[in-house]
């Protein structure tokens, strides 16, 4: 299992950036392709982006292609989510997760950040 832990969320204005941060317990984060989801009040829960075990082909949700960024440090067992252009829209709480290559399933999640955008 892995634990995981969210930092990094704020408040910034429409047009700011924000950068979150994943940290990740254990010594198997390199085992793991992760992600970022993220779920707004009222809504549910929506993929964002994703990233393989060794940092290669990322994959965004369309609503932040050319805004977002997601990167991993295996050696600090982190992953990162570089938001730019921020929009309300992307106000919600971001949560990082852990796809199991034997389930391929987001199997672990960390108690998430509130990012909020305001207009």
């Known amino acids: 299992q892995v634990q995981l832990v969210e930092s990094g969320g704020g408040l910034v204005q429409t047009g700011g950036s924000l950068r979150l941060s994943c940290v990740a317990s254990?010594?198997?984060?390199?085992?793991?392709?992760m992600g970022w989801f993220r779920q707004a009040p009222g809504k549910e829960r929506e993929f964002v982006a994703q990233i393989r075990e060794s940092g290669g082909n990322p994959n965004y949700a369309d609503s932040v292609k050319g805004r977002f960024t997601i990167s991993r440090d295996n050696a600090k067992n982190s992953v990162f989510l570089q938001m730019n252009s921020l929009k309300p829209e992307d106000t919600a709480v971001y949560y990082c997760?852990?796809?199991?290559?034997?389930?391929?399933?987001?199997?672990?999640w960390g108690q998430g950040t509130q990012v909020t955008v305001s207009s």
């Open positions: 254990g010594r198997t984060f390199s085992s793991y392709a």
């Open positions: 997760a852990a796809l199991t290559p034997a389930s391929g399933e987001f199997d672990y």
